[in-house]
């Protein structure tokens, strides 16, 4: 499952990546439906190549559903938000495909920023992402980088401004030059082996990273939120949600589909 220590180092360096019991039978056929649905394509004349492709609550393939129902990650998720029921919130698939002659280099934003009340909270109002890894994470293999304690910096930063306090914030980008100059830590490597998750929050600084291995990367990304937090998301993103729940909550199992909101 995941111990105390584990969740405090998720509360104060922001990610944590724990085993889960997933099987290979599961991961393998969890990188098939990638293959199909995330294939690399040569580009157009005149146009560059992508080689970070990803969908977001688009698919309903059994055997991410499957993942998204185990009741592991609902478990995990109820003791990291201190939460007696949770929810559901969004999935994700992503491959990061090999880009040769490039040199490493990575992004750094947050998708959201809290208060320090917020991440305290009990409840925590705040969403709890798990990256499940469906390959190996190297170093050279796209890992996703991130600077360890910052969400709590920028969260003790957004305490002392009291129109901020009460205030669940809503999902909203925000690039490392947009944020307050801060003293953050160094910017780190999540690595991992194929079927371990990172528990992390997204309002720590992070980002994703050039894939310099010669095999792509392959991750999951999996939210969930304390049933009674309502997290804000875009206007797009809300009704992709909303029309993905109605009918992910027809698809899940019928002992499971409490995860998916009403």
């Excluded at 290979?24 to 969890?30: M, V």
């Excluded at 499940?132 to 401004?161: C, F």
């Amino acid at each position: 499952m995941i111990t105390d220590q584990e969740i405090q180092q998720f509360s104060e360096m922001g990610a944590v990546t724990i085993d889960t019991p997933l099987t290979q039978q599961q991961l393998t056929a969890a990188s098939t439906v990638f293959d199909r649905l995330l294939p690399f394509c040569e580009p157009k004349t005149g146009e560059k190549p992508r080689y970070r492709v990803s969908t977001t609550c688009t698919f309903y393939d059994p055997e991410l559903l499957d993942i998204i129902q185990h009741p592991f990650f609902e478990e995990v998720a109820k003791r990291v938000l201190r939460a007696d029921e949770i929810r559901f919130f969004q999935t994700a698939i992503v491959t990061t495909y090999p880009q040769p002659n490039t040199p490493f280099s990575f992004d750094q934003h947050v998708d959201i920023q809290y208060c320090l009340s917020d991440l305290d909270a009990t409840p925590r109002r705040m969403v709890c992402t798990y990256f499940l890894w469906i390959d190996d994470v190297t170093a050279q293999r796209a890992p996703l980088m991130y600077r360890p304690g910052s969400h709590r910096l920028i969260a003790k930063n957004r305490e002392s401004q009291p129109e901020l306090k009460g205030i669940v914030p809503p999902v909203a980008g925000v690039s490392l030059d947009g944020l307050p100059a801060l003293d953050y830590a160094d910017a780190i490597p999540v690595v991992a082996r194929v079927g371990q998750a990172s528990v992390l929050t997204t309002g720590m600084v992070h980002g994703a990273s050039i894939n310099v291995d010669t095999l792509p990367r392959k991750a999951m990304v999996i939210t969930f939120t304390a049933a009674d937090v309502e997290i804000d998301l875009p206007q797009n993103q809300a009704a992709t949600k909303r029309t993905y729940d109605r009918e992910l909550k027809k698809r899940l199992r019928p002992e499971r589909a409490h995860i998916v909101p009403a």
